[in-house]
T-cell receptor, first 117, second 115 residues
Framework: GAVVSQHPSRVICKSGTSVKIECRSL??????MFWYRQFPKQSLMLMAT?????????EQGVEKDKFLINHASLTLSTLTVTSAHPEDSSFYIC?????????????FGPGTRLLVL | AQKITQTQPGMFVQEKEAVTLDCTYD???????LFWYKQPSSGEMIFLIY??????QNATEGRYSLNFQKARKSANLVISASQLGDSAMYFC????????????FGQGTTLQVKP
């Protein structure tokens, strides 16, 4: 149980275009999902907390107009990188918390590798 | 502010031997959770083990055990009988304050298991 999927797994786009990444909890409902960013050989950096039915909460230094987050249902959150630039190239990974399990464990999607040319 | 520290950038272990990955933390919250995740080269984050701050016993999950020393603020991961498939990056994380669900990650430790 506690499976989180992410789509696409890999995307290459031209500078200036927008890219949408989907994060789905497959076998549980997630009122809260999290979006992280990871550069090579580095740790995960939390970008934002996605709450179902309300606005996302962004971490300090993360541009909310650049990284649009929508959490339209209990099983789906999307991250849109708008007007992507080469410096946005990174590994984006989402997670969802299964509070029904009675602990705080977060389950992660397989991640999306974004390359902006 | 909360902080997680992993001081071992890289570790080597011989196959079938045990290895300990260090993790220290700092928080002023009385209630918190500690996690270990494994990240192989494919990038997925695999949940390994969880320890609640009020848990009386150290958590164990198969070959993984968490050596929780609350007074020292350490939560080391012990992997017994290492296997080649254990080679990966390992992250220690702590649940954020206020039960927000946020996780704060350490810098990670790269483990290489030698045949």
């Amino acid at each position: 149980g506690a499976v989180v999927s992410q789509h696409p797994s890999r995307v290459i786009c031209k500078s200036g275009t927008s890219v949408k990444i989907e994060c789905r909890s497959l076998d549980f409902q997630a009122t809260t999902m999290f979006w992280y960013r990871q550069f090579p050989k580095q740790s995960l950096m939390l970008m934002a907390t996605s709450n179902e039915g309300s606005k996302a909460t962004y971490e300090q230094g993360v541009e909310k107009d650049k990284f649009l987050i929508n959490h339209a249902s209990l099983t789906l959150s999307t991250l849109t990188v708008t007007s992507a630039h080469p410096e946005d190239s990174s590994f984006y990974i989402c997670s969802a918390q299964d509070r029904g399990r009675g602990q705080e464990t977060q389950y992660f999607g397989p991640g999306t590798r974004l390359l902006v040319l | 502010a909360q902080k997680i520290t992993q001081t071992q950038p890289g570790m080597f272990v011989q196959e079938k031997e045990a290895v300990t990955l260090d993790c220290t933390y700092d928080t002023s919250d009385p209630s918190y959770g500690l996690f270990w995740y494994k990240q192989p080269s494919s990038g997925e984050m695999i949940f390994l083990i969880y320890q609640g701050s009020y848990d009386q016993q150290n958590a164990t999950e198969g070959r993984y055990s968490l050596n929780f020393q609350k007074a020292r603020k350490s939560a080391n991961l012990v992997i017994s009988a290492s296997q080649l498939g254990d080679s990966a990056m390992y992250f220690c994380a702590m649940g954020g304050s206020g039960n927000t669900g946020k996780l704060i990650f350490g810098q990670g430790t790269t483990l290489q298991v030698k045949p």
